[in-house]
C-alpha cells in the first residue's frame, strides 16, 4: 500500500498568478489639467441711453410787416428755420392789429407801405410801448434812415439784403433788449460832461433832462462812457456795441450823428464824441466838467 503523499501547500503547483500579489500599481499624477480660461465674456454694451433734447424756448415772437410777399415769406421762412415765432402783416392797419392782440419781441418793418407807411407804424407802435424794431428800406439815402432812427427804429436794413445777416441782426437786437442781468462791472452807472446813464434801468440824462435814446443809441453811449479818451474804428464799434463781425459801417456814421444830437450843445462843432480823421470816434470828457477846449478833432 502506498504512502500518502503530504498535501501540497496550496501555493504550489501554480503559475506567476498564483505568487503573492506585490504593491498595487498607482500611476503618477501628472499635471491637473487645468483649462486655459478663454477671454472673459463681456457682453457688447448696446447703444448709449441718450435722452432726448430737452424743450427749448423759443427765442422770441417776431412780426414782420412788408407788403412784399416774397420778401415776407423768405424773412419769416429764415426767421422760423432760426427758432422764432413769426407774425406777418402786409399794411399798416393790420401790423397794428397784430401788435395790439399780441405785443411782439421784435418787429421788422418795411418804410414803403402802401397808405400807411413804416415811420407812421412804428410811431404808433411806440405809442403802445417799447419794442425793438428793425426797418427795411429799399432807399439808401441817410436822411431816411435817420428819420427812421429818429422814429424809434434800433436798426435798419437796405434792401436788397441777406437774410441770413437780418436774422443775426434781429439775434443781436433782442439779445441786447433782454432783461438777462449785466454783466459785473457793467452796471454801474457812468457820468461825465453833466451826461448820466443808468445801464441797469437804461435811462439817460444831460443836465438833468432826460434823454430819448434808442436802444443802439444808449448802448453807443455807456460804450463810449466806459473808454473816455479812447479812439475806435468804426468796425471796432460795429463789433463791440453791435456784436457783428460785418455790416454796413454806415449804421455806426449815423448813430453817432444821431447821438451828437442828443448830447452836443453844438452838433455841427462836436466837442464830446470826436472824429478822428481816417481812424474813427473818441469820446472827450472835459476836466472838471468845462467844455473841451478847440483842437485839431472836429
Known amino acids: 500500500m502506498q504512502p500518502a503523499l503530504p498535501a501540497r501547500p496550496a501555493s504550489e503547483g501554480r503559475g ?18 487645468v483649462p486655459e480660461p478663454g477671454p472673459a465674456h463681456v457682453p457688447e ?24 410777399p416774397t420778401v415776407s415769406e423768405v424773412v419769416a421762412g429764415y426767421l422760423t428755420g432760426a427758432g422764432y415765432e413769426v407774425a406777418r402783416a402786409a399794411d ?54 435817420i428819420l427812421g432812427l429818429e422814429t424809434g427804429a434800433d436798426d435798419y436794413v437796405t434792401k436788397p439784403f441777406s437774410p441770413r445777416e437780418l436774422v443775426l441782426r434781429v439775434d ?29 434801468a437804461r435811462s439817460a440824462t444831460r443836465e438833468g433832462g432826460v434823454l430819448a435814446l434808442t436802444l443802439r443809441e444808449f448802448d453807443l453811449l455807456a460804450f463810449l462812457l466806459r473808454h473816455p479818451g479812447r479812439v475806435f474804428t468804426r468796425e471796432e464799434l460795429m463789433s463791440e456795441v453791435w456784436g457783428w463781425d460785418f455790416g454796413d459801417l454806415s449804421t455806426v456814421t449815423v448813430h453817432v450823428r444821431r447821438l451828437r444830437g442828443k448830447v452836443e450843445a453844438d452838433p455841427a462843432r462836436p466837442e464830446l464824441i470826436r472824429t478822428v480823421w481816417g481812424v474813427g470816434y473818441r469820446l472827450d470828457l472835459p476836466p472838471g466838467g468845462a467844455p473841451a477846449g478847440p483842437g485839431e478833432l472836429s
Request: charged residues 25%; proline residues 15%; glycine residues 10%.
Open 16 to 33: 506567476a498568478a498564483s505568487e503573492a500579489p506585490g504593491p498595487a500599481h498607482v500611476p503618477e499624477p501628472g499635471p491637473a489639467h
Open 92 to 145: 399798416g392797419p393790420a401790423a397794428l392789429e397784430c401788435f395790439a392782440r399780441r405785443r411782439p419781441d421784435l418787429v421788422v418793418l418795411d418804410l414803403m407801405l402802401p397808405g400807411m407807411d413804416g415811420f407812421e407804424v412804428c410811431r404808433r407802435m411806440r405809442a403802445q410801448g417799447r419794442v425793438p424794431v428793425i426797418m427795411l428800406t429799399a432807399r439808401g439815402d441817410e436822411d431816411d434812415r
Open 172 to 200: 443781436s437786437v433782442l439779445r441786447r433788449a433782454s432783461a438777462d442781468p449785466i454783466p459785473t462791472g457793467r452796471s454801474a452807472p457812468l457820468e461825465g460832461a453833466g451826461l448820466f446813464l443808468d445801464p441797469a
Open 45 to 68: 454694451p448696446g447703444p448709449a441711453h441718450v435722452p432726448g433734447p430737452a424743450h427749448v424756448p423759443v427765442p422770441g415772437h417776431v412780426l414782420v410787416v412788408d407788403d412784399d
